[in-house]
Nanobody
Framework: QLQAFGGGSVQAGGSLRLSCAAS????????MGWFRQVPGKEREFAAR????????YYADSVKGRFTISRDNAKNTVYLQMNSLKPEDTAVYYC?????????????????WGQGTQVTVSS
């Protein structure tokens, strides 16, 4: 089970840090991803990280501004979001996959958190 939190409302140029806490003992066996979704649009890949903390990979839209990381001792994955833009406004979801490394498509993930709203005002 995954629980995402840390969303909120910020002005453009601001920062937020999202966290996603996992229950159970198998977190370190999962590759983790962050996605985002706005109403009426498909869920969009933002970032992913391998089970060992390597292999960080980002969508072009967030590269250079967002940083994904994880702490396996705390069963938590993070998404540090800097230089936020209004177009970053979305519900952000964390997701886990144990079967597909380098996964960037929603169907490649089997477990999802409940989502946390991020709103960036201009």
């Amino acid at each position: 089970q995954l629980q995402a939190f840390g969303g909120g409302s910020v002005q453009a140029g601001g920062s937020l840090r999202l966290s996603c806490a996992a229950s159970g003992r198998t977190f370190r066996s999962y590759h983790m991803g962050w996605f985002r979704q706005v109403p009426g649009k498909e869920r969009e890949f933002a970032a992913r990280i391998s089970r060992d903390g390597g292999g960080a990979y980002y969508a072009d839209s967030v590269k250079g501004r967002f940083t994904i990381s994880r702490d396996n001792a705390k069963n938590t994955v993070y998404l540090q979001m800097n230089s936020l833009k209004p177009e970053d406004t979305a519900v952000y979801y964390c997701a886990a996959t144990s079967t597909v490394n380098w996964a960037t498509k929603p169907h490649e993930y089997h477990t999802w958190g409940q989502g946390t709203q991020v709103t960036v005002s201009s």
